[in-house]
């Protein structure tokens, strides 16, 4: 299987205050994880692709110093909401594609809700 | 450039009914088409999907898709409908090369008794 976690899966903060959401391929390597944002009866919008040991590259109209990204290890990457305001409020859902392969598949994780009050 | 259509924001069927979701692609490049399920409150599960092998695919849970490049399309089809089937549906599409994906806006199957 190719198993994605997320952790938190849901986080309340108060404004002005920063959450890490972490990323995890727990039975393989990933060379590229994504970060997607969700609105509520919306589809995913891609946020920022991000490759092991590199920066990441951010979709237009993503503000990268507020959504930092890093993808330290081939199992883990992580985003930071700094200073987190209500219109942060969302779903963010990471995924994963293995690495190698032309065809790889993107496997994601069940998501990390983020409450600003 | 690549873009999903998905017609119907939601799509009712009974239990025991043929389901089909619709998905229309447009890409620059040979196509890798997607379908995912999301279930309330949680990330998306990958159905099936297609690379460029058979153009039908089957999926998990009795799911299949057909790719067909003439019409650009790549629907999604159930024979039988189960209650546990509801849920919303993503199409989503990856041009050849490269690694992003382009969501289509979601289909939300209802599944009544």
């Known amino acids: 299987g190719a198993v994605v976690s997320q952790h938190p899966s849901r986080v309340i903060c108060k404004s002005g205050t920063s959450v890490k959401i972490e990323c995890r391929s727990l039975?393989?390597?990933?060379?590229?994880m994504f970060w997607y944002r969700q609105f509520p009866k919306q589809s995913l919008m891609l946020m920022a692709t991000s490759n092991e040991g590199s920066k990441a590259t951010y979709e237009q109209g993503v503000e990268k110093d507020k959504f930092l990204i890093n993808h330290a290890s081939l199992t883990l990457s992580t985003l930071t909401v700094t200073s987190a305001h209500p219109e942060d409020s969302s779903f963010y859902i990471c995924?994963?594609?293995?690495?190698?392969?032309?065809?790889?598949?993107?496997?994601f994780g069940p998501g990390t809700r983020l409450l600003v009050l | 450039a690549q873009s999903v259509t998905q017609l119907g924001s939601h799509v009712s069927v009974s239990e025991g009914a043929l389901v089909l979701l619709r998905c229309n692609y447009s890409s620059s490049v040979p196509p890798y088409l997607f379908w995912y399920v999301q279930y309330p409150n949680q990330g998306l599960q990958l159905l099936l999907k297609y690379t460029s092998a058979a153009t039908l695919v089957k999926g998990i849970n009795g799911f299949e898709a057909e790719f067909k490049k003439s019409e650009t399309s790549f629907h999604l089809t159930k024979p039988s409908a189960h209650m546990s089937d509801a849920a919303e549906y993503f199409c989503?599409?990856?041009?050849?090369?490269?690694?992003?994906?382009?969501f289509g806006k979601g289909t939300m199957l209802l599944v009544s008794p």
């Open positions: 039975d393989f390597q990933a060379t590229t």
């Open positions: 995924s994963a594609s293995k690495a190698g392969g032309r065809q790889e598949t993107q496997y």
């Open positions: 989503a599409v990856r041009g050849s090369g490269y690694s992003t994906l382009t």
